[in-house]
């Protein structure tokens, strides 16, 4: 290829990784023609906002796909604020269980008195699996607690609960690797929790609520055709790869797509490129290689296993109530022991005070009596979203503020400007008649929104509960295709990864490469695009870093080119 002319660069997907693959080679105007295809109307995939009625619950939206992060996530929320938008900070309050089984980490319940044992145990265990991480990665959750001998009620009504929530694992969660388990609490880019040896989470980590993501995503997308090399066209679904060593003068990847608008479609037309970057889910990679794809791809491609979840956004508090500890009750107290010290009395007084005030549970989960080891889910997106308080869909950004690469995007953008009009938090004031426990108002407790996950459709759909939620409670529902974290994800795909990445002029990006996570979704399309020759965006920034250059390892097999390393082991 002449030096002077830019590689053409095909992008299949506009969600987080295809959107972060894009605008890392739009950095390059003159050494990369991006083109971006995606059968939706917009960028976001699973980050999606829809519209609510603001008169009737208090704003006009609801993100609900993807709901926040934790502060780890350096890339997205430096990406997020450098386009004019700043994720919230919540409480992250959780209710697990219901009467005797419930426990939470707001204050010490009965369950966690019950399985004080256990609790301390675990975080030695926790440290055993960090020491043998390799080992681990192999070994379902349901076996580990049998090495450690863990009583069965503990895994079920705490641990599997627990990291199902966080990571999307779902009711596959026994069969996951148990070195997610410690990633949990250990790792620094991914921790989500702080153990304590007495109520297994030391208390209410801060988490982030996202801004509007349709508007932040259309501000990303805007960012990344202002510099003029990446077209971007949605309501195009790439069909087929034809080929990728095409002998064509027009290219060695050869694509198939058509126009899709409502029911009208074009007929299959072609387009050539030089690289193809895959930012889909592996079952959408292997369709569109078809006979393409080679014996690697196929097994490695082939072993990531997908659920099917419906998540049911509704109004209906009697099902809330039914299933779940929505509001704070002193019955499940924990039991001051009669030897504790005065001190040790009046902090769990405290606690119990504080609980009685400060309850707001933003997460849910419930086990099905039947099986124990299969769950269900739910989210208060009324304590959750800061719309509900009166928040502009960019969040608490000032238009004016540059710190911390914020608003760093100048001019800014059409899309973050008008997500920063304040006007815009106030749909929704009037029904505004509770207040949090800052005294903010919000709606009352009967007219929050809930969001519940049904999962598994294939393997738990017997055990679900969808049909108590009143149909005319129901707003939304909306089925999402989930990976599944089994421990055979971390033996048959992940560590082969890299024998695939960059092979065939092909680059593979998506959280489900390791774990179902924006910010992996974010890294791993920075990775493709390194890859392929560009800058890492954040490049000195050293908690942007710090995941990027793990990624990078672990699913390309390389590391920072020299010119970007500070020593040799970097």
Known sequence: MSPSKPQRVCIVGAGASGMSAAYALSRHPSRYAVTVFDKEGVAGGMATSIPVDAAKYGASYINDGVQGCSPAFANTMRMFRMLGFEPTEVGMQISFGKGEDFWTNVFPTELTSKFSEDIVKFGRALKTIKRLEVVFALIPVHVMLKIFRFSKDFGE????????????????????????????????????????????????????????????????????????????????????????????????????????????????????????????????????LHREATFMEKRVLGNVKYLYDVTVTHNDLQYMQKYYEVKYDSSHNAPIPAESSAEERQEAEDTFKFAEESFRPLYYTMQYPQDKSKIEMSFDLTHYQPQFRGEKPAGPINSEDTSAHRNECRPLLDGARGAQNPKLGEAGASIRTGQNEQGTPEPPLENHVFQTIFLDRDGSSDLWTDGD???????????????????QHYAGTVPWMMFINGKNNTHYAGAWSVLNMHELAVTSGFAAAYRLGAEFPFHGDEECERLFKLYLGLSHGTRLRKEDRKGLMV
Not at 254 to 266: D, H, Q, R, S, W
Not at 469 to 487: A, F, L, N, P
């Open 157 to 288: 009504k705490m641990v599997y609960p627990l990291v199902a929530l966080f990571f999307g694992t779902g009711n596959q969660t026994p069969y996951i690797s148990s070195a997610i388990l410690e990633r949990v609490f250990m790792d620094p880019s991914m921790r989500l929790f702080e153990y304590n040896d007495k109520s297994l989470l030391a208390s209410i980590p801060t988490m982030f609520a996202f801004p509007k993501l349709h508007d932040c995503y259309q501000a990303w997308r805007e960012e990344i055709a202002s510099r003029g090399n990446v077209t971007f066209k949605f309501n195009h679904e790439v069909i087929r790869i034809v080929s990728r060593s095409s002998k064509s003068e027009s290219g060695p990847v050869e694509i198939e797509y058509k126009v899709a608008e409502g029911p009208l479609e074009t007929s299959l037309q072609t387009a050539y490129f030089d690289q193809i970057v895959l930012a889909i889910d592996a079952d959408s990679c292997l369709r569109l």
């Open 469 to 487: 939620i009143r149909k005319e409670k129901k707003i939304y529902e909306k089925w999402w295709k989930q990976q599944s974290h089994r421990w």
